[in-house]
């Protein structure tokens, strides 16, 4: 089993930035076996892609939206992964996701990510 609780969230000014973090429990694999992503899902939206890194954190792939802006990055020591969001805009705010893949490849269908976490609220205002 694994379990993810991500933290971070909360509301913010457009321009704003925030860190969330998702720290990574797991009873058989190493957390550096997982390739790790994170997603979000505004009000009656689809639950869409915005980062993914690989397990050894080499490559990173991000949704053309957060581009320059997000950054993802993994503490495989610290069984955590992180979501940087700067310049933040209105069009940001939604449920934030982080899940795992047991995969190789950064994946950006939801349906390749086997774990999820419960979610932080990110709010922002313009």
């Known amino acids: 089993q694994v379990q993810l609780v991500e933290s971070g969230g909360g509301l913010v000014q457009a321009g704003g930035s925030l860190r969330l973090s998702c720290s990574c429990a797991?009873?058989?694999?190493?957390?550096?076996?997982?390739?790790m992503g994170w997603f979000r899902q505004a009000p009656g939206m689809e639950r869409e892609f915005v980062a993914g890194i690989s397990r050894q954190g080499v490559t990173t792939e991000y949704a053309d939206s957060v581009k320059g802006r997000f950054t993802i990055s993994r503490d495989n020591a610290k069984n955590t992964v992180y979501l940087q969001m700067n310049t933040l805009k209105p069009a940001d705010t939604a449920v934030y996701y982080c899940?795992?893949?047991?995969?190789?490849?950064?994946?950006?269908?939801?349906?390749?990510?086997?774990?999820w976490g419960q979610g932080t609220q990110v709010t922002v205002s313009s």
């Open positions: 797991a009873s058989r694999r190493d957390f550096s076996s997982y390739v």
């Open positions: 899940a795992a893949n047991v995969g190789i490849y950064v994946a950006e269908g939801s349906s390749s990510y086997k774990y």
